[in-house]
């Protein structure tokens, strides 16, 4: 049983269904009070701040978590309505337990992050990390790129995976630090089928080549019954087995129809 098995025994029971409805609804109340602040002071009220935190705005553990993905009112539909897309899959897939768990984690990480550096935190890479888990788990779900072009969801994840890496190798601290935590819950749920996945393939790579390596050199894996020929007397020669001999016998496509059958001879078949 694994270390999740237990805590969702035990804690289960506490899990918030439907934990990232709850934060597209507070998405968008937010986005409407910033709409209505002229001033553009109530974001900033949110963001997590370390310093201020210890100040006394304990607020900040929790409210940057609801600040909108973007300030155009046509993105936030579009943005909130993948988080929703996202959030559902993954809830179902896991359940509502692991999904909080997940999310949570993500939180934590950030919030770490921000106090062990003194840095600012939004919730762009904690986003971010829910994308990474939707295109592990559903590699080939497609979005539709500026609603016409289909695109599967893993070659976005391998762009979002690149400006992770890019963010750590040449942003400033406060970006590589926010970007490294944000990762930390998708390597905790997805970090021991990476490491089981990456042995399987090095060890199929292995076997494959020994295997190549063993096979004795005049080897081939097609040769006509007629005329000898083979794979290796030319690339673009077919092959084809022939449904009327009674046996395994292949031609190549001249000798395919141009050939005597072979029969096997009554009394004789075992």
């Known amino acids: 049983m694994s270390w999740l098995d237990k805590l969702e025994r035990r804690f289960g029971k506490f899990a918030i269904k439907g934990l990232m409805s709850y934060i597209i609804v507070l998405n968008v109340v937010v986005y409407i009070l910033m709409l209505a602040d002229t001033s553009n002071a109530f974001i900033g009220r949110l963001v997590l701040d370390p310093a201020l935190v210890m100040n006394g705005e304990v607020w900040r553990l ?5 600040i909108p993905p973007t300030t155009s009112p046509f993105w936030i539909i579009f943005a909130l309505y993948l988080y929703y897309i996202i959030g559902r899959a993954l809830e179902q897939e896991w359940g509502s337990f692991r999904f909080n768990v997940y999310y949570f984690v993500g939180m934590l990480a ?21 994308f990474l888990a939707f295109a592990a788990i559903f590699p080939n779900y497609e979005f539709l790129l ?47 089928d990476i490491t089981t996945n990456t042995k399987t393939r090095r060890q199929v790579y292995h076997n494959r080549k020994r295997f190549l390596s063993d096979l004795p050199r ?24 022939c449904s009327t001999c009674e046996g395994d016998y292949e031609y190549c496509m001249e000798h395919l129809k141009a050939h005597e059958h072979i029969k096997k001879e009554e009394g004789n078949e075992n």
């Open 62 to 66: 929790i409210t940057y978590i609801f």
């Open 146 to 192: 500026f609603f016409v072009l289909p695109m599967k969801v893993k070659y976005l994840a391998w762009f979002n995976w690149a400006y992770l890496g890019i963010t750590v190798l040449f942003f400033p601290i406060w970006m590589k630090v926010a970007a490294a935590a944000s990762v930390v819950n998708f390597f905790i749920f997805f970090g021991k």
């Open 110 to 130: 950030t919030t770490a992050a921000a106090f062990l550096f003194g840095i600012s935190a939004t919730p762009l890479y904690l986003n971010l990390s829910l």
């Open 218 to 241: 005049d080897f081939t894996i097609h040769k006509c019954m007629v005329c000898g020929k083979t794979e290796k007397d030319d690339s673009k020669l077919e092959f084809r087995y």
